[in-house]
């Protein structure tokens, strides 16, 4: 089965996680792709299986002595920010940097999508304007498979090689129950970056936050200096937070505030929002904000009407790998051997392997290919997927 086979047949798996959900996985859904995977290692001769949280992992085990053990991981779930079901992905071959039609309401053009003009004259997957694609992480999926299926053909040296597909990454719980007990890498990667060469090693710390909003609901009739209106309280406990940090105005190192969720009715309301920063004190100064937002709200009222819950998800990996970038170097190396240009730039999000680095497991990101990533717009290259299998294959040497 060659890697686009593999690619669509992923993506045309719902695995959209759920952020309410407290089950692990969030939605059940992602074991359909988990079974998926398990049959095709299986069908490999990779010793393989699922756990009864709908982690997959894999081990080939080691061809020769003296070589480090390294591991591959992606996530198997898709945002929850665009439709993911019923995906429907077109190939376009030999992208010439023109506007593509994805329905009859929407295009995208390189006037708008920089991003595509990392894929003039390649061949690309494109979404039909109703769902995300999936290539978060499901590039990701095929490269690690395809590369897993070229070793076992192979007969490179190689030491141990830890396979790993996650739950849940896109809601910040990827790796919560990873089984570092059967996952003896001495590093890894995660293969959950775009554009291919990227080698990523330094990432936001990221927190959420919860607000629950609590009214004072009466009749409108009469009112009058009684009702207080969660919805109400809620746009205002947003309208004091900094407007330059929406994440529209932000770019670089810059950190955000994201609202990612609202509800609400008269006597309760929600908000949910993603925090990100690179800068470890500029982080804890976001969160103070929430609180000092609160306390001001509170008292302004006379009563307890706002709760926040801040929980932090991830931190920077870079604090952990600077301090041995074997990995990131090794990498780097295997980018040159494989005819790619390397290159790091922070990374405006987060990976399992931020949460892995802190872990005990040393775990850079790498591209896959996939771009615009948790829309409608996504695309993937598949030339780019097939030069991060090679990558991958130079790792391992």
Do not use: W
């Not at 940097?97 to 994805?102: A, C, E, F, M, V």
């Not at 003039?120 to 499901?138: C, S």
């Not at 959950?192 to 009739?221: L, R, W």
């Not at 205002?236 to 609202?259: C, D, V, Y």
Request: hydrophobic share 35%.
């Amino acid at each position: 089965m060659d890697i686009v086979k593999r690619f669509i047949n992923y993506v045309k798996i719902d695995t959209q996680s759920n952020e309410r959900s407290q089950t692990c996985p969030s939605t059940e859904k992602q074991k359909d792709l988990g079974n998926l995977l398990l049959k095709e290692l299986k069908e490999l001769q990779i010793p393989s299986f699922m756990d009864e949280n709908g982690y997959v992992y894999g081990k080939i085990n080691k061809t020769t002595e003296g070589k480090k053990a390294i591991g591959f991981i992606a996530h198997m779930d898709t945002s929850p920010d665009a439709p993911g079901a019923n995906v429907n992905p077109r190939i376009i071959k030999h992208y010439d940097g023109s506007t593509i039609k994805l329905n009859k309401d929407l295009s995208m053009s390189p006037d708008t999508f920089e991003s595509l003009r990392h894929v003039i004259g390649e061949d690309i997957i494109v979404t039909d304007g109703n769902t995300l694609l999936g290539a978060d992480d499901k590039a990701g999926i095929a490269i690690i498979m395809d590369f897993a299926a070229k070793v076992m053909k192979s007969n490179i040296p190689h030491g141990d090689i830890y396979i790993g597909f996650t739950p849940d990454e896109e809601i910040g719980r990827g790796a919560d129950l990873f089984d570092l007990e059967f996952f003896k890498a001495d590093f890894a990667y995660t293969l959950d970056g775009s554009k291919v060469g990227g080698i990523e090693y330094e990432n936001f710390n990221a927190a959420s936050a919860a607000i629950k909003i609590i009214g004072q609901s009466i009749h409108p009739g009469s009112a009058k200096n009684k009702l207080i209106n969660a919805m109400h309280l809620a746009m205002e406990f947003h309208s004091m937070l900094p407007p330059f940090q929406n994440p529209a105005f932000t770019e670089g190192r810059e950190g955000f505030n994201h609202l990612s969720g609202m509800t609400g009715e008269v006597e309760v309301a929600y908000l949910n929002y993603i925090l990100r920063n690179h800068d470890m004190k500029e982080f804890k100064r976001q969160q103070a904000f929430f609180y000092d937002v609160r306390d001001y709200l509170n008292h302004k009222y006379g009563y307890n009407c706002i709760e926040v819950t801040i929980k932090e998800s991830y931190l920077n990996m870079y604090e952990v790998l600077k301090k041995d970038m074997t990995s990131v170097e090794l990498a780097r190396e295997a980018t040159i051997k494989a005819g790619v240009e390397p290159f790091s730039d922070p990374i405006r999000g987060g990976t399992d392997g931020a949460r892995l680095t802190y872990m005990g497991l040393p775990t850079p990101n790498l591209g896959t290919g996939g771009f615009n990533f948790h829309g409608r717009y996504e695309f993937a290259s598949i030339n780019q997927m097939k030069k991060a299998v090679n990558i991958c294959l130079e790792i391992i040497k």
